[in-house]
C-alpha cells in the first residue's frame, strides 16, 4: 500500500469522529456535549495562555519534579536489589507487594499525612513512580551478560565503574521501560491527586467543572489533559529511542545478519 | 504497556526454599518494625493522619471480618472481570483484524497510537459526568485503560506469525477464513494470553481509581469514605488490602498465563 | 624462544569441585614460560573454562594454587589480558569501539589524550584504523574479534589468555586472526596461554601444547612444538613434524575418551 493511500485512510476515523460530532452536537443541544466550536473557543480562552501559568506549569512542574526523585532514588534502590542477592531476597518481595497497590491508592493516605499543598503532590508522584523504576532497574541488572562481566573484572574496573558502565548500561532498555511506566503513574498521580485533593491545577479545574456542570469547560480540560498526556509519552519516547539508538542498531544487525 | 507492569521481581528459582520465605518475612518485619518505630518515639510519632504500625496491622484484620470489605472486593472484581470481557473481545476483533489485514491497519492504527498513549484517567470527568457514580464508570474507565494492551499483543501475534506458514497456505488455496480460523488465531493464542493479563492489571488499577475519583462502587469508594470520614488506620488498612488484591491478582494472572504458553509450547 | 627455567606462569595442584559434585579439574600443574606461546587442548566438556577461569583469577579454585611472576593470583592481574570465544558477548554493544577499545584504560585512570593516541595505535596495530566510531554490531564477526584482541593489547599485558578466540568465526578468517595473533606475540614478546579444542590450530600456533583428560580434567602430558619462530599457513601445515605432532596429539586425546570414567 502506497504512502499516500495509508495516510488517507489513517484520516478517514479522525475525520469522520470530528466531523460527525461537529454536526451532531452542533443540532442536538445536548448539555453533555456542547458544539465543537464551542468547546475549542473555551480551549483558547482558558489555556491560550491565561492559565498556564497558574494552572499548567505548576502541575507539569511537580510531575517533573516528583519523577526526578523517582528516578533518582529508585535508580539505586533497584541496582542493590538486583545485585545483592540477600538484599533482593528480602525487599524483593515487599517491593511486590508496594507495586501491586494501585497508585491511585497512594493518594488518599497521603493527603491525609501531606495535605494537598505543592510538596505533596511532588511526593504522591514521587512514591507512585518510584516501585516501577526500582523494580524495573532490579529487573534490568540480570540483563549484563556474564562473559561481559567476566570481561571488566578481568579489565580490573573497579565496583562502581563496572555498575555505571556495565549493569546500569546493559539494563538500560528495563530501566528506561521502567521509567516509561514511572511516567505513565506520575502523569495519573498528577492529574488524580488534583481531581481529588488540590486548589488549582488542570484536574482541578476539570474536575470542577464536572462537578458544577461546565460541560463546556470540561471538555477543554480534556482535551487539553489528553494532550498532555500524548505529548509527554511522545517525548519520553523520543528521548528513549535516541538513548537506546545502539540497542536498536544492534537488534536489526542481529536481525538480519 | 510493558512487560514489567506485572511481573513479579520475586521469581525463587529451583523451587521456593526456606531461606528465602524467611528473608522475605523478614523484610516486611523490618518494614512494618521501622514504621512502627518512626511512629511511636522516632521522628514521625504524632504526625497528623498517619497510623502506627499496629494500629495499621490491627485495623487491616478487623477489615477481614467486616463483610463491608469482602462485599466490595466482590464489587471490584466483578467490575473488573465486565471490562475485561469487553476489553478483550474488541481489543482481540479490532487487533486481529488490523494485523491481518493492510487495510484495516492503515484506517485504525492512527488512531490507536494517538489514544493509547493517553492514559484513561483523563476521560474520567467526561465519563463521570455522562455515567455518574455508578459501576458503569469503573466498566468504562477499565475498558479504556485495558484494551490497548489486548489489542496491540493481537496486532504483534498476527504479523509475528511465521511466513512459511502464511505461505504454505497460499499455497494451498486455503480461503482466507480458513487461514485465520485455523492458522492465525491459534498460533496467535499466546500473544492473547500475555495481552489479557497486562490489560487485567489495568484494569484492576483503573476500577479502584474510578471508585476513589468518582465514587464508584467497589474497593475505591471504600477507601474514599474512609478518607471522608478521616480514620487514617483504616485507610492504610484499605491500602495495604488493595496491595494484597493486586498481587494475588497478578500472580494468578502471571501463572494462568505461563500454564497456557507452556500447554501450548509456545514461545 | 621459550624459557621454562623462569616460568611467568605456575599452576601447582590446582583442583576445582563446585559444591557436592565430582571435581571438574583433578591436581593439574603446569609452568609457562616468559614469551612463549602455550595451548591447552582436551576433549569437549573437559573443563577448560573451568581451567582458565582458576588460571586468570576470575574464579578460586578448591585446592592448589597459580603463582604469575611467584606472585600466586588471588584476582585477574593487571599483568594480564583475556579475549574471550564470544565476541558479541565480550564488547558493549552500546560503546563505540574506541570506548570499548579504551575501557580498561579508564579502569587504570589513564587520562583522556592518552587513552585516545593509544587506541588509536593499538586499534591500527590489528588493521582496524578509523573505526573508532563504529559500534561492535556494525563489524562483521571477524573484525569484532580484531577490536576484543585489540582491547586486551591495549593495556600492554605480559600474559595474554584467549579462550576458543576463533571458534565463532569463518575459516579465513580465523587463519587471518591466527597469524595476527602469532604476529603480535612476536612483536610484543608476549606470553600467550591459548585454550582450544582445535588440534591444528594448537600445532601450528604453539610453542608448547598442554593435553587434559576429561571427568575430571587432568594433566595428560605436555608436547613440545619444534616449528620453530616462522610459521605459514601452507608450508608450516605441510612439514611431517606437523602432521605427526597433530596425529600424535589427536590419539592421546582420542585414548582419554575412549576410557571408561
Known sequence: MSLRSRVALGLVVPVAIVVSYALWSANAASPYFPPLDVILTRFRELWLFDLVASDVLPSLKNLGLGLLLAVIAGIPCGAILGRIRWMGEMFGPLLDFWRSVPPIMLIPPLVLILGIEDSAKVTIIAVGSFFPVCVATADGMRQADPTLVDAARAMRLGPLKTMVDIYLRAGSPAILGGIQIGLQAAFVLMVASEMLAAYRGIGYLTMQAQVTFDSVTMWAGTLLLALLGFTANAVFVAIRNRVLSWHTGMRVSRASS | MSEATSTLLWRPTGGVKLRQVGLAAAGFVVWLGLWQWMTTTGPMADTDGLPTASQTLSSTLELAGSSQLWSSLGTTLWLVAIALAFAVVAGIAAGVAMGFSPVVSALLDPISQVLRPIPAVVWLPLLLMVLGPAPELGIAMGFLGGVWAVLVQAQVGVRDIDPVILETSRAMCLPRRLTLSTIVLPSAVPYFATGIRISAAFILMLVIGAGILGGAPGLGQLILVAQQTGDPARVFGLVLWSGLLGLTFNSILTAGEALLRQHRGGR | ?261
Not at chain 3, 624462544?1 to 571438574?24: C, E, F, H, I, N
Request: glycine share 6%; charged share 25%.
Open chain 3, 1 to 261: 624462544m621459550s624459557d621454562t627455567s623462569q616460568p611467568r606462569l605456575a599452576l601447582t595442584d590446582l583442583s576445582k569441585t563446585y559444591d557436592g559434585s565430582t571435581p571438574v579439574l583433578d591436581g593439574i600443574s603446569l609452568t609457562v614460560g616468559a614469551g612463549e606461546f602455550f595451548s591447552i587442548v582436551g576433549p569437549s566438556g573437559a573443563g577448560k573454562t573451568t581451567l582458565l577461569r582458576c588460571l586468570t583469577g576470575l574464579m578460586r579454585p578448591t585446592d592448589g594454587q597459580v603463582t604469575l611472576d611467584g606472585i600466586p593470583l588471588s584476582e585477574p592481574s593487571p599483568k594480564m589480558s583475556l579475549v574471550f570465544q564470544e565476541y558479541t558477548r565480550s564488547l558493549m554493544p552500546w560503546a563505540s569501539i574506541g570506548k570499548n577499545v579504551a575501557l580498561p584504560l579508564r579502569a587504570r585512570g589513564v587520562p583522556r589524550a592518552e587513552r585516545t593516541s593509544r587506541v588509536a595505535k593499538v586499534l591500527a596495530e590489528v588493521g582496524l584504523s578509523g573505526v573508532e566510531a563504529k559500534y561492535p554490531w556494525q563489524l562483521s564477526g571477524g573484525m569484532q574479534q580484531r577490536v576484543a584482541i585489540a582491547r586486551a593489547l591495549v593495556t600492554e599485558p605480559e600474559v595474554l589468555v584467549m579462550d576458543e578466540p576463533f571458534a565463532s568465526v569463518d575459516a579465513q578468517t580465523r587463519m587471518d586472526l591466527e597469524d595476527l595473533t602469532r604476529r603480535l606475540q612476536q612483536d610484543h614478546r608476549m606470553t600467550i596461554v591459548l585454550v582450544t579444542h582445535d588440534i591444528d590450530e594448537a600445532v601450528y600456533l604453539s610453542d608448547r601444547i598442554a593435553v587434559l583428560s576429561k571427568n575430571p580434567a587432568r594433566l595428560v602430558e605436555v608436547v613440545d612444538v619444534p616449528l620453530g619462530a616462522e610459521r605459514d599457513q601452507i608450508h608450516t601445515r605441510e612439514v611431517s613434524v606437523f602432521a605427526d605432532l597433530r596425529g600424535r596429539i589427536l590419539s592421546t586425546i582420542r585414548d582419554v575418551q575412549a576410557q571408561p570414567v
